[in-house]
């Protein structure tokens, strides 16, 4: 079956950086394009990133702008946020999550999440 | 970009009602819109996409409906398992954007 699991997370402190991973399997990881979506404590869902089935292509949240970057190694299967500058309202659970296929931006497998802290 | 806001944030409803919740963009975005349901403590999961579209695998007391601006997800029947909270996404266009959550609590 189809199954995304992200590792990576922990506690930073601000200005300091982390790299989040994806690990897929069951589909062909190349063929789609990728999402990263963050929920801050008790808050709801938040767009962070989007990234094309070959990396050529990103986009991401003003909010993230900048500092954070999404980049895939198709070779491994594995989708990667690195997040630079950190700051204490990056404090989430960041989901990795597939897109359903083709243009669309539906998200219809998602990861079970790993925790960012930044705190000092 | 677009604004997706949802209606109510909150509902407290007993097993076998009918619940609806509503969903409205800050400009017409077709039919690009899905919904998920979150569990306390889990990943979303997709419930409903272009609208009206039922995933595989979602319980057919799940239905979605609207076009334009204005949308719904209706539950025909809520069973013990629909307890959760519910976000909407527009699919238009990028950023993409999430509606608030509305939760469904037991009366």
């Known amino acids: 079956q189809m199954q995304l699991v992200e590792s990576g997370g922990g506690v930073a402190q601000p200005g300091r950086s982390l790299r989040l991973s994806c690990a897929a399997s069951?589909?062909?990881?190349?063929?789609?394009?990728m999402y990263w979506v963050r929920q801050a404590p008790g808050k709801g869902l938040e767009w962070v990133a989007l990234?094309?089935?070959?990396?050529?292509?990103?986009y991401y949240a003003d909010s993230v702008k900048g500092r954070f970057s999404s980049s895939r190694d198709n070779s491994k299967n594995t989708l990667f946020l690195q997040m630079n500058s950190l700051r204490a309202e990056d404090t989430a659970v960041y989901y990795c999550?597939?897109?359903?296929?083709?243009?669309?931006?539906?998200?219809?497998?998602w990861g079970q999440g790993t925790t960012v802290t930044v705190s000092s | 970009d677009i604004q997706m806001t949802q209606s109510p944030s909150s509902l407290s409803a007993v097993v076998e009602d009918r619940v609806t919740i509503a969903c409205r963009a800050s400009?017409?975005?077709?039919?690009?819109l899905s919904w998920y349901q979150q569990k306390p403590g889990k990943a979303p999961q997709l419930l409903i996409y272009?609208?009206?579209s039922l995933q595989t695998g979602v319980p057919s007391r799940f239905s979605g409906s609207g076009s334009g601006t204005d949308f719904t997800l209706t539950i025909s029947s809520l069973q013990p398992e629909d307890f959760a909270t519910y976000y909407c996404?527009?699919?238009?266009?990028?950023?993409?954007?999430f509606g608030g959550g509305t939760k469904v609590e037991i009366k």
């Open positions: 990234i094309s089935y070959d990396g050529s292509t990103t």
């Open positions: 400009r017409s975005i077709k039919s690009y």
């Open positions: 996404q527009q699919t238009y266009s990028t950023p993409l954007t």
């Open positions: 999550a597939k897109s359903w296929g083709g243009n669309s931006y539906v998200m219809d497998v």
């Open positions: 069951g589909f062909i990881f190349s063929s789609y394009g």
């Open positions: 272009a609208a009206s």
